[in-house]
């Protein structure tokens, strides 16, 4: 693994620069990243139509991230507080399995999920919003969140998105996590062998 003080590619040096050195180490040991879906994946709006059905909307940038961040070796999984067929339909399109939703303890959910993946608790990762994803960030190594969080959330992330939830700060995550594990670079390096019709 490339060492996480030391990006050997202009573009991982860029998405290194302003991450401080802790947050960069913390990274680096990530084998399983886990993400919200309101406010994280989406910006947290959720519309509804005249019959009922609800609606999200997801952004194609950080889609491709979580499908580059697989690629490149990292377990990924979603935990949710809600429930609906949306969140399982679009993360079956990108290749994710591991789906927790109608979750209220995400503490101890990414707690089973790191078990049941055989990965140490400061190997995991994961990015929330809201109070409820306060015990799950409390107990990852490494811990993320997005800038329109409430300030009490945001002051227990090791790293904070400059883009908000729903609008790219999942894709700079996984970029900042492929760069501290020194992958990032075989991506900018070539084109990516992935179907952009389909990771997005």
């Known amino acids: 693994m490339t060492n996480p003080t030391f990006a050997t590619h202009p573009g991982e040096a860029l998405v290194l620069a302003r991450v401080a050195p802790n947050a960069r180490e913390r990274a680096a040991a990530v084998r399983l990243m886990v993400f919200d879906v309101d406010g994280v994946l989406t910006d947290g709006s959720l519309y509804y139509g005249e019959n009922g059905e609800q609606m999200k909307r997801f952004h194609a940038l950080d889609g491709h991230g979580l499908r580059l961040l697989m690629e490149g070796g990292v377990k990924v999984a979603l935990i949710t507080g809600r429930s609906g067929p949306i969140v399982a339909r679009r993360a079956a399109e990108l290749g994710i399995a591991d789906v927790q939703q109608g979750v209220r303890d995400k503490g101890t959910a990414l707690a089973e ?44 992330a090791h790293w904070i998105a400059t883009l908000p939830g729903g609008s790219g700060a999942v894709r700079e995550c996984c970029d900042l996590l492929l760069a501290a594990r020194g992958r990032l670079a075989g991506f900018l390096a070539g084109p990516a062998l992935l179907d952009r019709d389909v990771i997005q």
């Open 113 to 156: 999920l790191a078990q049941r993946h055989s990965v140490q608790l400061n190997e995991t990762g994961y990015m929330g919003d809201d109070i409820i994803d306060l015990p799950a960030m409390q107990r990852a190594g490494f811990s993320a969140s997005v800038p329109n969080a409430p300030g009490y959330v945001s002051q227990s």
